[in-house]
């Protein structure tokens, strides 16, 4: 059965992109089910209002309940005989950190619903409402440690990061094994044809057929490229033999 999607947003264009390549195509195979719904389909004043002044004041607007109750009424409504649930992940500046390791556990979800907030965000009842009015997991997630405008960028990142997880959506399933952030540690150069290029050659032993040879120097590569870019990943695991990181 199909991954099924839903995407709430008073923006639902800027989801378009998931029409698109990858995402698109596994739609099309049936194997990912998205939705996107548009926040302001919920409202019944003439300005389709979904924001207001911040309670206790403060700088910005904050997202309206209302709107997000119905908006998540209809999601659970539609085309759920079994009146099952979905796990609703809302992206937010203060959420738990996005990684690897989240997608890879939302990839096993058979149902995800996203709430993309504008403005300051959303007023937290419709939190609380989702947890214990609807029994819905929430989870408030963040892509990193930058401001966005709102929740719509983060939930192209997500679902992308999510959706190639999913299997069948990626051709080769061989290239998800050999991944960065996989194991700990940044990814290898990567080099294609021609093999001498602008004056610039291709390290030799990519070429000398010997995979032995190949892979020990993909590793050193890879610790190399880890301790430069990112000394954090680097932990006791990525030491050689003799205690010390193997780093020519
Ligand atoms: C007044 C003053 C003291 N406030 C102090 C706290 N600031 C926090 C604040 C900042 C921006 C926004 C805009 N925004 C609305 C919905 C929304 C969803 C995700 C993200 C988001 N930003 N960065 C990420 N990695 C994200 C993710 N995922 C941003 C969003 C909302 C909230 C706001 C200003």
């Not at 032993?205 to 010997?210: A, D, E, Q, Y």
Request: charged fraction near 25%; charge should be negative.
């Amino acid at each position: 059965p199909a991954m099924r999607l839903d995407v709430v947003s008073i923006f639902p264009d800027y989801l378009a992109p998931l029409e698109l390549s990858l995402i698109g195509k596994a739609r099309e195979d049936g194997l990912l089910d998205v939705r996107v719904h548009d926040l302001r389909d919920f409202t019944h004043d003439r300005h389709r209002t979904v924001d207001d002044t911040p309670y206790g004041g403060g700088a910005g607007m904050v997202m309206k309940p209302q709107p997000w109750s119905e908006a998540l009424d209809h999601v659970l409504a539609l085309d759920n005989p079994s009146g099952a649930r979905p796990h609703l992940v809302v992206p937010g500046p203060g959420g738990q950190p996005f990684t690897q390791a989240l997608a890879r556990q939302l990839a096993l979800e058979p149902w995800l619903a996203f709430a993309c907030g504008r403005y300051e965000g959303i007023d937290e009842r419709v939190y609380d409402h989702a947890r214990e009015d609807l029994g819905l997991e929430v989870s408030v997630v963040s892509l990193g440690d930058y401001v966005l405008n709102g929740g719509e960028v983060a939930v192209l990142a997500m679902v992308e990061a999510i959706g190639r997880l999913v299997p069948g959506v990626i051709g080769n399933a061989e290239s998800l094994v050999e991944e960065s952030h996989e194991d700990g540690l940044l990814e290898y150069p990567i080099y294609t044809k021609p093999s001498s290029w602008n004056g610039r050659e291709v390290p030799p032993v990519l070429l000398s057929g010997n995979h032995g040879a190949i892979a020990a120097w993909r590793h050193e590569q890879r610790l190399a490229r880890t301790a430069a870019r990112r000394p954090d990943l680097l932990h006791a695991s990525h030491a050689g033999p003799h205690g010390d990181l193997e780093i020519s």
